[in-house]
């Protein structure tokens, strides 16, 4: 076999494997997390906060019908969850504790209380809560206190109930469950038993949800509405599933098109797409292999490689002539096309990094994806060709450009004159603004985040961005630093700060409070004197309360209830959210519900004055993150500016052709970034990498118009290159602009301005060869 032929089933081979791993490896990941710095503050904080109770939780809403209708279709999908072993907990106002947890809570009732205190078991004490049970034995809705009157009189059961279902508080009753404010929607809440990290059993939860719904509201005329962080993450990759398959499909359409008007031949269409076809798998198995995942936002922006793969095998096919084979023209601009790819790559070192994960993965994808792309141009394509076929003649469009006519060169350096001004009142007019905000970064759509705002809303649920994490050696030292907490975050929930919030001292008190509430109980001698005082003259028959005498002396001798008895029962999950252990220790997260004061909540946690407690605002913290790595992307940015000068000098040995080469990057860069600004963007991370993208194809565009070697001929070859490969690209990023997806949709807006105005300007910037070429035409017509 010869060479060729072995090189191109090595090329297939590659192609294969890739896809191999595309198709059975792959794994989609939408997590923001991966945008912060790995081991830093606020990518720990994200990983507690979707290990924690607010990372599983599930918000669930029933529009349409009628309220009666929503009732019960809230109790009928309530019901099946409860039977889905994938929750371990479903509320909606009307749900009644098991047996089992009953029973768990009732016989640690006195040492879980967080209601008494020296008085309540005096004959003042005990009178007052009797005279309030029979207040409560009057109305209907009493069936579990008169059931346990005898054993609890003084009311310990219902409270402890109520704070094992949660902490915050409660939205409106209506018809027996929880509805919205405005009564158009029923509520329920649900906690997952998977992970918020957990993609796979957060998708199979949202799958339960919409199978139960059908199951309950067989009738129709209702609408559900589901939210949540592992929900949002499920909908956001599917989303961007979607958005990557419609981008890569309109992309292929419009290149196919272009391709065809261009060269006229299916084969050579064909041929041409090979190399996206062999790229963009290349990367995504390179991606899969080296992270372990793939971030949404890099299969997003991987598929507009399609149009910028495109690039070097255009160069080669435009440039070919009737008097020259593809081998022959290929050695002829194999330079140019390896310091083309050469500068582009540059511009990715600066966000290569081991500490941000998903831009070094933009980075590897990219640089992946254009080396296979060199290589198939260089290695494959020419043997592919047909070895008589020649690119059609140059149409009277490309005649009628303006390299072809040097008068029309001076009137497009008049129009750059007048864009020069126009960049620089859009500069002035609308400045250039950085986003630091986290939530810039993230893929979800608009819709998605406004549906978790106003289910949260309805229901007080936890912000997933605020909590107050607690650092501790051991559970002892965890949950008491809860208890102190939470004591301090309920004077905050009286005063306004706060709706609610959930701890995990309000589910297992420290073995220290359990201590000191034992020693409020009093001797049996004791509490059945006060007992029988505090009945005189109250309806209750003699000896009724004796199973509470006895709960009493059973409960001075217990033994405190620890982690480790709680977290093997029914009520384990409930706890192992809120409490959990990690690689240094055990982390308590506290979720917090509406915080309207985070400053007050801030410096109530401080007033602590323990170190391994803090409040954590992650939206403020992630913001800081942003932009401390913002500052690091620009100085990478210099260190990669001056590099490339360095190679560009290097290749081109003259500082003023490198000049010439890098001020339509220059002013291509300003106009771009001044677009984006009139737009109302902030400039965010991802603006950085189009930006990063805009300069290497602009310094491409610069040094093919730059050569000083082409005449007419090549020259007009040279520029329906440029436009072929410039229109190729549009093609892509253009469609990227339209996308549904913000971060997208912004990364295509900067790539579509910044090409359309580096082709622009690097075709106008005056250049020796072209001044060589217009002496040389001027001497031609005088002859």
């Known amino acids: 076999m010869r060479r060729p032929g072995i090189v191109i089933l090595i090329w297939l081979g590659c192609v294969l494997a890739s896809m191999g791993v595309v198709v059975f490896r792959t794994t989609l990941t939408s997590d923001a997390s991966q945008f912060l710095p790995n081991h830093s503050a606020g990518a720990e904080l994200l990983s507690d ?39 371990v907990r479903v509320a909606n106002g009307a749900e009644q504790p098991g047996p089992d947890e009953q029973q768990a809570l009732f016989a640690r009732r006195y040492l879980f209380s967080d209601r008494l205190d020296p008085r309540t078991f005096t004959a003042e004490g005990l009178r007052a809560a009797l005279q309030e049970r029979l207040r409560e034995l009057q109305s ?309 985040l406004a549906r978790d705002a106003a289910l949260r809303s309805d229901l007080q649920a936890p912000e997933p961005g605020q909590m107050i994490v607690i650092r501790a050696p051991d559970t002892e030292t965890a949950l008491a630093s809860s208890e102190r907490v939470a004591a301090r975050l309920a004077q905050a929930v009286q005063a306004g700060s706060l709706a609610g919030f959930d701890a995990p001292s309000l589910a297992l008190p420290s073995v220290a409070m359990q201590r000191s509430r034992q020693a409020l109980l009093p001797e049996q001698s004791v509490l059945e004197a006060a007992l029988a005082e505090a009945q005189q003259g109250l309806p209750f028959r003699p000896g009724l309360f004796t199973p509470f005498v006895e709960a009493i002396a059973r409960s001075r001798s217990a033994d405190p209830v620890t982690y480790d008895d709680i977290i093997q029962t029914s009520l384990g999950p409930r706890l192992g959210t809120l409490l959990f252990p990690r690689d240094d220790g055990w982390t308590a997260i506290l979720p917090l519900a509406a915080v309207h004061d985070p400053a007050g909540i801030a410096s109530l946690v401080a007033g602590l004055g323990d170190p391994g407690v803090r409040f954590v605002d992650l939206r403020g913290e992630t913001n800081r993150l942003i932009g401390e790595f913002r500052n690091e992307v620009m100085a990478g940015l210099a260190v990669g500016a001056c590099l490339l000068f360095a190679v560009l000098c290097a290749s081109l040995r003259s500082w003023r052709r490198t000049l010439v080469v890098l001020v339509p990057v220059a002013v291509a860069l300003v106009a771009d970034l001044a677009i984006v600004s009139l737009l109302g963007q902030r400039l965010s991370l991802f603006h950085i990498i189009a930006v990063l993208l805009v300069a290497g194809t602009t310094v491409d565009y610069a040094l093919f118009f730059n050569r000083c070697d082409l005449d007419t001929a090549d020259r007009q070859r040279n520029l329906r290159a440029l436009l072929l490969c410039w229109s190729a690209s549009l093609s892509g990023f253009g469609l990227l602009a339209l996308s549904s997806v913000p971060v997208l949709q912004a990364i295509g807006t900067t790539l579509v301005a910044g090409l359309t105005v580096g082709l622009l300007v690097a075709a106008v910037v005056p250049q020796p060869g072209l001044r060589r070429w217009r002496r040389g035409l001027t001497s031609h017509r005088i002859q």
């Open 49 to 87: 906060l979707y290990a924690s109770a607010a990372g599983r939780i599930v918000l669930i809403g029933l529009e349409g019908g009628t309220p009666d209708a929503r009732a019960q279709a809230s109790r009928r999908l309530a019901d099946s969850l409860r039977a889905n072993g994938l929750f």
């Open 140 to 448: 209907p809705a009493s069936a579990l206190g008169k059931k346990m009157l005898s054993q609890d009189p003084t009311g310990e059961l219902l409270p402890l109930l109520r704070r094992w279902l949660g902490g915050y508080r409660q939205p409106r009753m209506r018809l027996g469950v929880w509805f919205s404010p405005d009564g158009e929607r029923a509520l329920l809440l649900a906690e997952t038993r998977a992970s918020g990290l957990d993609t796979e059993g957060q998708a199979a939860a949202a799958q339960a949800i919409d199978a139960a719904f059908a199951e309950s509201a067989p009738e129709g005329g209702l609408t559900l509405l589901s939210t949540g962080p592992g929900v949002i993450a499920s909908l956001t990759a599917r989303t961007i599933r979607h958005e990557a398959e419609w981008l890569s499909a309109g992309a292929s359409v419009l290149v196919l098109l272009l391709l065809t008007a261009a060269y006229r031949s299916p084969r050579i269409v064909l041929l041409n797409l090979l190399a996206p076809l062999s790229a963009i798998p290349v990367a995504i198995a390179a991606v899969q292999l080296s992270f372990g995942s793939i971030h949404a936002i890099t299969l997003g922006f991987g598929c507009t490689l399609l149009g910028l793969s495109v690039d070097y095998p255009i160069h080669l096919l435009s440039r070919m002539n009737r008097t020259e084979a593809a081998m022959v023209t290929l050695r002829r601009i194999w330079p140019m096309l390896l310091l083309c790819a050469a500068t582009t790559m540059i511009g990715y070192l600066p966000m290569v990094s081991r500490s941000f994960p998903s831009l070094t993965q933009l980075a590897l994808f990219s640089v992946v994806g254009l080396a296979t792309t060199l290589a198939f141009t260089r290695c494959i394509l020419p043997h592919l060709l047909p070895a008589t076929w020649r690119p059609p003649e140059a149409s009277s469009l490309w005649r009628a450009a303006f390299l072809d006519d040097p008068s029309l060169i001076g009137r497009a350096a008049v129009c750059l004159c007048v864009l020069v001004p126009a960049v620089v009142s859009l500069v002035v007019v609308a400045p250039a603004r950085w986003q630091n905000d986290i939530a810039a970064l993230s893929p979800v759509p608009p819709a998605i």
